[in-house]
């Protein structure tokens, strides 16, 4: 996992930003934004919640000894600045998660304009190192029993209720965005009872989604449902599947609350200006998240770095997301796919709804 995740972030999002047309006349620009929106303020709401309820990790001893906490947000602006600016080679041999986060973006811009040979070629290799994480993923439950007997053995079985504590603060936080912040969001768009779509979309998608923990094999039934809802298909069919790839609002979630409660664990103090930066940080490295199930987890580093998190520390608290993987994941994915949809038809409706059109949703 060490290994992979740099190359990982690198081409997922490289490939991501490479693979927007422009010049199409659709509602992209506004489904987009609402893509962005949404998933800033599921990272917000996250850190909030994380202060509200902080968990503690059960981490190996001698965890904390390499730990140079931040002495402030201008600390933090500095070495967030010297990250982005990093060598491309001396980032990926560094795991700099931020310096590939950035050259990720500004290749994906410069390649927009690339031959469709050159963009299929990034996507395969982006494809190909996705199929080596469902590899990794895969032997994933040894790994797991392997931490497991470790934390028990030397922390006794008591050490396992802090998961516990994790998981309801991550099923709640992912529940009250899905419930609350979605809901609001839908209703400024429509000015109507935002509940009968948000449930729509819940039921018909984030079901499914559910049970499959990947977006990207919840696209046919996403499209499906666009269809149904009699929206666009010049639109629905760009945005599904880009919503698939950006729209992240429980990886936002997920990065957060764990990046968190390991800054909690290790006695990292955190300042407003600072957390407000992580969600920034959180909402911009769940779009490169991967389609796969657990690929917000890699991404967690990248956060951990804010704070001066050394990666080694950074994915024992990747395989402590993996014990709770199960739970988590099943549903960050429902809420991810659900909104995809969600957002394709609030931008679609607040259309109509300028044009004087009645929108109706079937139950």
Known sequence: MKAIAPMLVLFLVMSAISQHKSGKQTNMKSIIILYLLGTFL????????????????????GTAENVTPPGGV???????????????????????????????????????NAPDSTKTMISNFSDA??????WVINLAP???????????????????????????VLVGTMLFVALVVNPIIVYVGIRKNPFPLVLKCLRESGITA????????????????????????DTYSVSIPLGATINMAGAAVTISVLTLAAVNTLGIQVDIGTAIILSVLSAVS????????????????????????????????????????????????ALNSSTDVLFTAVAEFTKWRKEGKKIIINK
């Not at 599921?42 to 001893?61: C, E, I």
């Not at 690929?295 to 608290?317: R, Y």
């Open 129 to 134: 190192l996705s199929q080596m994480v469902r």
């Open 286 to 333: 769940a779009c490169g998240a991967s389609g796969v199930a657990g690929g917000s987890l890699l991404l967690i580093p990248l956060a951990c770095s804010l704070f001066g998190i050394p990666n080694d520390i950074a994915m024992k608290v990747v395989g402590v997301g993996f014990i709770v993987g199960v739970i988590q994941d099943s549903c960050e994915t």
């Open 210 to 233: 559910f049970f499959t923990r990947s977006s990207a094999a919840n696209i046919p039934v996403n499209m499906g449902l666009c269809e149904r809802l009699g929206l666009d298909k």
């Open 142 to 168: 040894l790994g797991i029993m392997g931490l497991v007997f470790d934390t028990i053995a030397v922390s006794g079985i008591k050490s396992l209720l802090s998961y516990g504590q994790l998981l309801a």
């Open 74 to 112: 201008s600390e933090v602006l500095k070495a967030l600045l010297l990250n982005i600016v990093d060598n491309p080679v001396k980032a990926l041999f560094n795991a700099n998660y931020i310096g590939i986060l950035s050259w990720a973006v500004l290749l994906g811009l410069a390649l927009r």
């Open 42 to 61: 599921a990272g917000l709401v996250a850190v909030v919640a994380s202060f509200m309820f902080p968990v503690s990790l059960t981490l190996p001893a």
